[in-house]
Every structure is written in structure tokens, then in C-alpha cells.
């Protein structure tokens, strides 16, 4: 073996595991295994497979110092990055989403699905600075491309060639944003149609607003059906459903789960951008996971965008997304917050069809280790990740934060760490 991670807890109760590494897998799992390796203790702490962003756009990221100020309480977020977006460089783009990758791994994420968008405006610029991006980081996470058009694609001329050209050099995800088109169902139908040509996922940003009014949610669970892709489309935001009453948003729920979709909650975004046509009593417009789960459906949380105008804050971190999630759906029992952590691990993983994720003997080595005893106790404690390891290699470390006492130095009898 070439690396043994020595007393981890993988589930509250459970005895305490080694974790054996050979050639990038896990090789063994069991208490005290004898080998001769390298050995990390991880001393009773929380480990889990890595964590995954399951929805994010690096080419736009880290702009927000870029944009025009918000006009009052319309965000105007399309518009005030379009005016940004003719500046963009492959350079550029490949240094800030850099910036951010490298923040992700920071915070324990080892896979990830990222949105670039493609228009006359930036053309594949945003694409090739990614996809360097991506090279470069390829020791610490893995990241797959999808492509949409943001702005239009019917009423866009250049933007399908654009698209095709992406799908062409080996793009296999592709999205849509039907509501900024003109002609939303053929947005739609022509996404469709290139999925099923190239073979590809599909990913959709819809129904994204503050009235229950024209939703293509139907549409798209009609053309799922149809060209039975079930477990291979998801959508995200879908905001709208949050205006239904109840009995409505389970239905609907319900509805997903028979045709296998998958709905990207992104709490960040949402909770900043709705609402704005109201100025008491704001609705939050953040879609309740939990009880998309209850319906049997999939759902992910994710970090949507960091540092520009749809959301001008982040840190990468999705444990602390999946608490703010907590916090806007007002849930809390252990169950819930489990749940909560599944859609940042092995909910997050089915929506990619990521059928080697997870700690399993001849999957990939790609753990992470919590300053923690629990999932439930990192996002009720927004818990640091301690240690990254990918591949079977660490690649992200940070240490634990040590309480000095009042005299400034550190008494003999006080812990190392700060793990309860």
C-alpha cells in the first residue's frame, strides 16, 4: 500500500476505520490493518468521499468589482455582466477561475460541474480559459464543462455554431437558460435535439423568477420523457416552484422523481436575486430540497457563483452553503441536516452519474478529512475540512486552530484540537 489514513470515523457509532491506499484506490478498508506505509491519523474524526460542486461558473467568477452598482433593488444581473463580458480574455478567465478552483479544493471539493457560457460576446474565450484552468488543477479536482448560451439562442445569431463547435471538441454536458430567449420552447427543443445528437447530459438554468407564471418545467419533463433521458437532465433554480402553494411544489416534486430529474437548489443566488419586487415581508425564492427528497426526488445544493452580480459574495465552501440552506428552508432535525450533507456527496455524485464515488474498495482515493465526529455536526458547525486527499495523494491540508490560554501560550493540559 502507499498511503494508510489510520482511525476514521465514517459514521457516527461505527468503529473507527483505516482507510488502506494503493495506486490512486482504495485498496482496504478495515480496523488496525497491518501494512507498511505511509500513515496520516485522522484521530477520530469525520472522513467522507469528497466533497462535489455540483453547480458553478468559473468564467464569470470573481467580476463583481467589475459591474455597474445595482440599480436600486433590480439586480439586473444578465445585463450588468453582458456589459462586462466583452472584456474578457482567455488569460483572464483562466486566472480567476484559477482563483477559485484553488479555493474550492481549499475547502475539501475534489469534483465539480462547471457552466461556461458561449455568445458572440465572448466566443470560446471562456471556454479555453476554463478548460486551462481545469488542466492546471487536474491534481486536485476533477471538473466537467457544460455549455449554454445565457443570453438567447434562438434569437442569437452565432450562438448555436458556438455550441456545436464546443460539442465538437468533446464537451459532453450541455445547458440552457430558456429565459432569456425569445422563443423559450425552442431553445429548449434545439437543446434536446443536441443532446440526443452528441450524447451528451443535459443541465438547465429555468424558471427562474417571483411568479408561478410560465414555467418550462413541464416542457422539459415532456422532452425527458420523450427522449428518455431519465437520470441524465437536471435543472437548477426553478425558483418559481416556490410561489406555488404546497400541495403544488409536491406534485410537481413528484413529477420530477417519475422522469428522473435531478433540481439544483443554489440558496446563495436565490435568496440574494428574489424578492427584489418586494420590499417587506421578501420571499426567500430557495426551493426546499428536503422535500424534493421526501417526493422522491434528487436534489444538490450548490455554490452557483462567487464574487460578481448574481451573487457578490463566496467562499467556495459548500458546507457553508448547505448551511445557509438550512437556515432559508428552516430545517434542523439530524435527518434533515443529513440529508442536507447527501446533496453535497452522494446525491451530488448521482446527478453526474459518478458511478466510482464514494469510500468503497476500488473506487478513487478521494477523501476528506473534518475537524468533526459527524456530517451532521459540519453543517450544524460549518466544520473546517482538515485535510483533502485526491487520487490517493494529499492535496489540500489545514491545521487546527489551538486555544492559547489567557496567558498567550498554550497550557500543557489544553488540547491540541478544538474536536468534540
Known amino acids: 500500500m502507499d498511503l494508510i489514513l489510520r482511525n476514521a470515523r465514517l459514521a457516527p457509532g461505527d468503529p473507527l476505520m483505516d482507510i488502506g491506499i494503493s495506486a490512486g484506490r482504495i485498496a482496504a478498508i478495515a480496523p488496525g490493518l497491518v501494512a507498511e506505509a505511509e500513515t496520516i491519523d485522522a484521530a477520530g474524526r469525520f472522513v467522507c468521499a469528497g466533497l462535489i460542486e455540483s453547480h458553478i461558473h468559473l468564467d464569470k467568477a470573481c467580476i463583481f468589482d467589475r459591474t455597474a452598482p445595482e440599480p436600486g433593488r433590480l439586480a439586473d444581473s444578465i445585463r450588468r455582466t453582458s456589459m462586462v463580458k466583452h472584456g474578457f480574455t482567455v488569460e483572464d478567465v483562466h486566472a480567476r477561475a484559477s482563483r477559485v478552483l484553488s479555493r474550492a479544493i481549499a475547502q475539501g471539493t475534489t469534483r465539480m460541474r462547471t457552466h461556461v457560457e458561449l455568445d458572440p460576446i465572448v466566443g470560446l474565450r471562456g471556454l479555453e480559459g476554463v478548460r486551462r484552468a481545469i488542466a492546471d488543477h487536474a491534481w486536485g479536482i476533477d471538473v466537467e464543462i457544460s455549455v449554454f448560451a445565457e443570453e438567447g439562442l434562438t434569437n442569437n445569431p452565432g450562438t448555436d455554431e458556438l455550441l456545436v463547435a464546443a460539442l465538437d471538441s468533446g464537451i459532453r454536458v450541455i445547458g440552457g437558460a430558456p429565459g432569456s430567449d425569445t422563443d423559450r420552447p425552442g431553445q429548449l427543443l434545439r437543446v434536446f435535439e443536441l443532446a440526443r445528437r452528441y450524447d451528451t447530459d443535459i443541465d438547465l438554468h429555468i424558471d427562474f423568477g417571483n411568479v408561478p407564471d410560465d414555467m418550462d418545467l413541464d416542457l422539459v419533463c415532456r422532452l425527458t420523457e420523450r427522449d428518455r433521458m431519465g437520470g441524465r437532465v437536471t435543472v437548477a433554480h426553478v425558483t418559481k416552484l416556490t410561489t406555488h402553494d404546497i400541495d403544488s411544489q409536491r406534485r410537481i416534486a413528484r413529477r420530477l422523481a417519475e422522469t428522473g430529474i435531478t433540481l439544483s437548489v443554489l440558496p446563495a443566488t436565490d435568496v440574494f436575486l428574489m424578492g ?16 424534493l427528497l421526501e417526493e422522491g426526488a434528487n436534489a444538490t445544493l450548490g455554490s452557483n457563483n462567487i464574487l460578481n452580480a448574481f451573487t457578490p459574495f463566496g467562499d467556495c465552501s459548500l ?10 428552508a428552516q430545517v434542523s432535525t439530524d435527518t434533515d441536516i443529513a440529508a442536507c450533507f447527501d446533496m453535497l456527496t452522494t446525491r451530488a455524485a448521482r446527478m453526474l452519474n459518478h ?5 468503497a474498495l476500488g473506487n478513487p482515493a478521494d477523501l476528506v478529512v473534518f475537524d468533526a465526529a459527524s456530517a451532521v455536526q459540519v453543517i450544524r458547525e460549518l466544520r473546517q475540512p482538515l485535510l483533502a486527499i485526491k ?3 494529499p492535496s489540500m491540508r489545514w491545521s487546527t486552530p489551538e486555544l492559547l490560554g489567557p496567558s498567550g501560550s498554550r497550557p500543557s493540559d489544553l488540547p491540541q484540537s478544538i474536536v468534540t
Open 276 to 291: 427584489r419586487d418586494q420590499t417587506d415581508n421578501i420571499r426567500r425564492g430557495v426551493v426546499n430540497a428536503n422535500m
Open 319 to 328: 458546507v457553508r452553503i448547505a448551511n445557509m440552506y438550512a437556515h432559508i
Open 355 to 359: 458511478t466510482d464515488y464514494g469510500i
Open 391 to 393: 487520487r490517493g495523494r
